[in-house]
T-cell receptor, first 118, second 115 residues
Framework: AQSVAQPEDQVNVAEGNPLTVKCTYS??????LFWYVQYPNRGLQFLLK??????LVKGSYGFEAEFNKSQTSFHLKKPSALVSDSALYFC????????????????FGKGTKLSVKP | EAQVTQNPRYLITVTGKKLTVTCSQN?????MSWYRQDPGLGLRQIYY???????DKGDVPEGYKVSRKEKRNFPLILESPSPNQTSLYFC??????????????FGPGTRLTVT
């Protein structure tokens, strides 16, 4: 069965410092990995995804994520955090070999609250 | 503008009173899904639909019904709501359910309180 873990409930960063939000996954086939962000009172917004190819994926708002197959991780990063980055971040995974049915659905982590202080 | 709309955005109701939360998309997406979001539990899938007239249970389907009579709409029905269904509900769509590479687009959410 596929699963995803976000080991930190909250990450605190000072504005201007680099940030990392951690995500590890488990799938039986090749992973398709996604990051979403949720601002207060809003729906989830897609940030970036890894399907295949380059292990470093660039996404919206200056975010990037690094896929590491040996460590089964897909950590979200940003070189310089902004106060406006404060939000709830979700990692999600889908098994790339599971077409259709519930096995083809996205599985979400529990979310990590990012707090960026001025 | 491509969007997913949900109505109502906020709803307070009483136990046992049937309700429907609507979801509509204008992107011609095949795949639609309902999630509920609860603190500490993340997003859990309730039901999903791979295409018109094709629906299936997600991880937490008990107490919910759905229908997909047309491509753009995917209403969530609570026949007899109970307090444990108090939650934040999201509708999401994707170009294709069989294409694992496609990201999902989320509606703005419906906050439901059942007293």
């Amino acid at each position: 069965a596929q699963s995803v873990a976000q080991p930190e409930d909250q990450v605190n960063v000072a504005e201007g410092n680099p940030l990392t939000v951690k995500c590890t996954y488990s799938v039986s086939g090749n992973p398709y990995l996604f990051w979403y962000v949720q601002y207060p009172n809003r729906g989830l917004q897609f940030l970036l995804k890894y399907i295949t190819g380059d292990n470093l994926v660039k996404g919206s708002y200056g975010f990037e994520a690094e896929f590491n197959k040996s460590q089964t991780s897909f950590h979200l990063k940003k070189p310089s955090a902004l106060v406006s980055d404060s939000a709830l971040y979700f990692c999600a995974v889908r098994d790339g070999f599971a077409y259709g049915g519930s096995q083809g659905n996205l599985i979400f982590g529990k979310g990590t609250k990012l707090s960026v202080k001025p | 503008e491509a969007q997913v709309t949900q109505n109502p955005r906020y709803l307070i109701t009483v136990t046992g009173k049937k309700l429907t939360v609507t979801c509509s998309q204008n992107m011609n997406h095949e795949y639609m899904s309902w999630y509920r979001q609860d603190p500490g539990l993340g997003l859990r899938q309730i039901y999903y639909s791979m295409n018109v007239e094709v629906t299936d249970k997600g991880d937490v389907p008990e107490g919910y019904k759905v229908s997909r009579k047309e491509k753009r709409n995917f209403p969530l029905i609570l026949e007899s709501p109970s307090p444990n269904q108090t939650s934040l509900y999201f509708c999401a769509t994707s170009l294709s359910g069989t294409g694992a590479r496609y990201e999902q687009y989320f509606g703005p959410g419906t906050r439901l309180t059942v007293t």
